[in-house]
């Protein structure tokens, strides 16, 4: 079973960029265009993890985590924020609203698979 | 990371500076909705996020100093006065400049960009300032080789054993990060031992599902540095209570660690975390399962995980989300690669061939009534053309960006001329072809510049003239009677006649004594040659004249005029046709040759006879039309082609050039009226003098489509006739 990703971004090249790291690295990848789209699509493809922007319209990256982990959704699955800043207030809220860790953009394909095992154990 | 990554980039760059541009317009405009901020604000972002993952540093730094500004603005630290938009407005060309610098490799106005900065930098308080982005250059830092660091040879890393205590608090376990993923990350690392302590596990009557219980004792034996096994517990950091203990924390790695601090500013932690997931990843693309089946700890008691804040916000964006739904969604759209529709562009060009060849069939059937056929073939042709429409609709695309380009173009060119001008769009969803609008872009921006540079006078000298202080451009685009009319209207001085005309004396375009109207003064402008710049100005007098701007809407097969008041303005005029690819002509022979004459520039056709003929010279006639002279240009003649000594030409069509210059195209025949494919003979032929494109009849032969404008600028007796006019005008 190949590990299930949602990617959440509303730029073309993060989702393209996303997407050939992780089908390289063997995830199956399906992605969503703002935090809206995200929620909407997160019932039906399931995703074993969940990796989203921040800033986006229609409903944040902050209200993609809030929604997923409320008690609608009620989703256990490990949440990556990707963030341009390491700014730690910005991963503190994203904590707070239960992020599971992040990933900081410009990413490399390396830290993006360890960031994805480090909260599924997948490498792939 | 491949190319076509790059491209999407490039394209979507397009897509949010046209954003930016449209938004910075509309607050400019007065409007200062919050969302239109914000989605500048989202734009330049991702622009920046973007250009970060191509580590194409300049656009970052930038980016980032533009977005940190808009960021002040929606948090409402800073207010949008005109001064700021005026800045925003010109950083977010430089940002245009930046990016096109980045795709096509140029080079950008450094100081330009310094001075920007420096003013974007103003807006910034000072702690927001330090948070400067640090490009990353895509993973050059995280992959740096250990080795490398201090100079030295590669040493060979020393295996370490560290003892782990990893006590998760309840609060982790809310945020979704799982212990047994986090072991098996430093698995991957070398040996692990793993020893659950559960010695606070209460008993079951006493336990509390929402509480963290356990622990585990970790001892991992690796050639990893500390680093590494830190950046494993990077999500969990507060989040749980650890400790790790090396068994002599060696000094070379301190040396190392501290090189890697001094390079990357960074905590150690997250510098160097990649390097052991590389390995990782590289075992499993391999397909190498892990050798040794990993003892799976405990389950971590798992409490029910609902975070009570996520909660109780959760319905915040919700009341928000459903504001965003009322707005209604964009039409869904489909992104096609131009090459698809040129392809089928084609295909319906060769519908059209296919249905002129069937109706020549038909019509030469040795079948009396054929009536119920054409019926059929009149649908099918109907048919294709709708076909032909709904794919040019394809290729269709509102001039809005084209247009909000030029408004950067009006503002560079009023900075450098220190005038104040300011342009005005109409007409913005009027739908043009693609390559049009490409070409369009060029003759425009020159068009633009000169209104600016020549046009519009000075602030002061409007003042004098009664003129608001402000000049205004107008561009507008419409739709006319199967073309496209674009209007670029200026409020300026108009053309200086006496002037013009003078320099055309100069430079021998005209002669001396030559008496002009006042449209054809104008249309000097056009002439290959002329420059009104008395220096070369370092904007619009860039070495080429009107008569490129002429070209480039002729090449388009369109018309370009010049209208003009004293005082009041200019306008230019341009006339395209809707497409590219089909154009409606009149299918006539010339010594035996089919060709065919563009409907759009015949004014009228006619039989000739002998008495309307009068001679100019010794080899020149004219065509005597209801008590006027017209030139006539014999096309078998000018294209080099014999006629048998029985055939004469005794058509005429008359033809009316840019100038207003009249003149009758001598043809043989005219056989039909019909909806023609444009063939370009690029790369098949050289230019040929005369001859515009080519064309599949029904028969199936090529026919030639001609260039009415050239053949009359190559024929001696219109020459002739024009030098003769003007002369008779001046005496």
Known sequence: MKTKVLAID???????????????????????????????????????????????????????????????????????????????????????????????????DASLIFALKRVTGAAA | MSGSIQDTFFEECEELLEATDEGLTAIEGGDHDPEVVNAIFRAVHSIKGGAGAFGLDDLVAFAHRFETVFDEVRSNRLELDPKLVQLLLRSSDQLSALVEAARDGGQIDEAHNDTLLAALDEYIPEEEEDLTFEPM????????????????????????????????????????????????????????????DDNELPGFDAMDTSEAYLAWDLVLVTKELRSVVEAVFEFVEGLCELSIEGDGDAEAEANALANLDAMFSTPPATAAAPTAPAAAAADAAEGEAPSAPFEPPVPAPKPEAKPAPAEEKASAPKAESGKQEQRGGPKPTLRVELERVDRLINAV??????????????????????????????????????????????????????????????????????????????????????????????????????AV?????????????GKSNIGEIRLSASHRSGSVCIEIKDDGAGVNRPRVKQIAIEKGL??????????????????????????????????????????????????INISS???????????????????????????????????????????????????????????????????????????????????????????????????????????????????????????????AAATILGDGKIAMILDPESIIAASPTAAAFDTERRMSNAS
């Open chain 2, 453 to 465: 540079d020549h046009g519009i006078e000075k602030p002061e000298d409007r003042t004098t003239a």
């Open chain 2, 510 to 559: 005209i002669p001396e004594n030559a008496e002009l109207t006042d449209a054809e003064i104008d249309n000097l402008l056009f002439a290959p040659g002329f420059s009104t710049a008395k220096e070369v100005s370092n904007l619009s007098g860039r070495g080429v004249g009107m008569d490129v701007v002429k070209n480039a809407v002729t090449g388009l097969g369109g018309r």
């Open chain 2, 349 to 450: 060009g060769e519908l059209i061939i296919n249905h002129s060849m069937l109706a020549q069939q038909i019509a030469n059937l040795p079948v009396s009534d054929t009536r119920d056929v054409e019926t059929e073939l009149e649908g099918f042709k109907n048919l294709a053309r709708d076909i032909q429409e709904g794919v040019m609709a394809i290729r269709a695309q509102p001039v809005k960006p084209l247009f909000q380009r030029m408004a950067r173009i009006v503002r560079e060119a009023s900075s450098a001329t220190g005038k104040t001008c300011k342009l005005v769009n109409e007409g913005e969803n009027t739908e043009v072809d693609k390559t049009v609008i490409e070409r369009l872009s060029d003759p425009l921006t020159h068009i633009l510049r000169n």
């Open chain 2, 565 to 691: 008041t004293p005082g009041k303005g200019s306008t230019f005029t341009i006339i395209l046709p809707l497409t590219l690819a089909v154009m409606d002509g009149m299918v006539v022979s010339v010594a035996d040759q089919t060709m065919v004459v563009p409907i759009t520039s015949i004014v009228e056709t006619m039989r000739g006879s002998d008495d309307m003929i009068n001679s100019l010279g010794a080899d020149g006639t004219l065509l005597s039309i209801r008590g006027n002279f017209v030139p006539i240009c014999d096309v078998a003649g000018s294209l080099g082609l014999y006629r048998e000594s029985d055939q004469q030409a005794g058509v005429y069509l008359l033809v009316e050039t840019e100038t207003g210059q009249r003149c009758a195209l001598a043809v043989d025949d005219i056989h039909d009226q019909r909806q023609v494919v444009i063939k370009s003979l690029d790369g098949v032929c050289g230019e040929i003098a005369g001859v």
């Open chain 2, 137 to 196: 250059g895509l993973g050059a830092a995280p992959m740096v080789d250990l080795g490398d660091i201090g100079g030295g040879e590669p040493a060979e890393p020393q295996e370490e054993t560290y003892r782990i205590r990893f006590q998760p608090l309840k609060e982790m376990y809310g945020t979704g990060n799982e212990p047994f993923f986090l072991f098996q990350a430093l698995k991957d690392m070398g040996e692990l031992t793993v020893k659950l």
């Open chain 1, 10 to 108: 509303d730029s073309r090249t993060i989702r393209n960029l996303l997407a050939a790291t992780l089908e390289e690295a063997g995830f199956e990848y399906h992605c969503a265009v703002d935090g809206r789209d995200g929620v909407d699509m997160y019932p039906d493809v399931d995703p074993d993890v969940v990796i989203t922007d921040i800033n986006m319209p229609n409903l944040d990256g902050f209200g993609v985590i809030e929604e997923l982990r409320g008690s609608g959704i009620n989703s256990k699955v490990p949440i990556l924020v990707l963030t341009t800043e390491s700014a730690p207030e910005l991963k503190a809220r994203a904590r707070g609203a239960g992020a599971t860790g992040w990933i900081t953009k410009p990413f490399d």
